[in-house]
């Protein structure tokens, strides 16, 4: 797995393979950013714990093909969860990459093994992030959603125990709208 020279800069980190792939673009007071616009944003991202462990034991190199290949299913996961109900396009992009892979399932000395396979490589990444949404919708799709501040991008995996999440962070939106309700109910006064 490569290792990155600098961390990772996203503001939220650690969702499923998936999310953590749609939260690779984000906005903050200095502007729109894209940690894949670069193969040394594609390194960052395939070092952060969550790919890694997703990835564990494959080989994958941080090269223009598996960019390629990350960025067609990050826009087919993009689609996805941004309209409701999906169209059949953005069904058909995300199958399109589903295409590229499949689980075997093996009996080894320790017992039952399940292995993916891809066509190439390249494809490790984007077809297990694809094969994650699919885990998600399947285990509970309705807490997969979107940040609830308007001017966010971020979206996430509600893992709370009532389900009532609303913010890709209290730290940063959930504050910053407790803030806004506060000067609000204040009459606009410091």
Excluded: Q
């Excluded at 395939?46 to 960025?71: I, K, M, W």
């Excluded at 590229?100 to 009996?107: E, P, Q, S, V």
């Excluded at 609830?148 to 995996?157: E, G, K, Q, R």
Aim: proline share 9%; aromatic share 4%.
């Amino acid at each position: 797995m490569p290792h990155p020279d600098k961390a990772d800069p996203r503001p939220l980190t650690g969702e499923p393979l998936a999310v953590d792939l749609l939260n690779t673009r984000w906005i903050d007071d200095a502007g729109k950013h894209d940690l894949l616009d670069s193969p040394d944003g594609l390194t960052t991202w395939l070092a952060s714990p969550t790919v890694a462990a997703a990835l564990e034991g494959c080989r994958v190199a941080a090269d223009g093909p598996t960019l390629e290949n990350l960025l067609r299913a990050r826009a087919a996961l993009d689609a996805l969860v941004d309209t409701a109900p999906p169209s059949d396009r953005a069904r058909n992009a995300l199958n399109e990459v589903l295409a590229h892979g499949r689980l075997r399932r093996t009996l080894g000395p320790d017992g039952p093994r399940t292995v993916t396979e891809v066509d190439d490589p390249s494809w490790t990444p984007a077809w297990a992030a694809a094969a994650d949404y699919l885990r998600l919708l399947e285990d509970r799709p309705e807490r997969l959603r979107p940040c609830a501040n308007p001017a966010c991008v971020l979206h996430f995996y509600d893992v709370s125990k009532n389900g009532t999440r609303r913010w890709c962070s209290m730290a940063g939106c959930g504050n910053r709208a407790k803030a806004s309700r506060h000067y609000a109910r204040r009459g606009g006064t410091g």
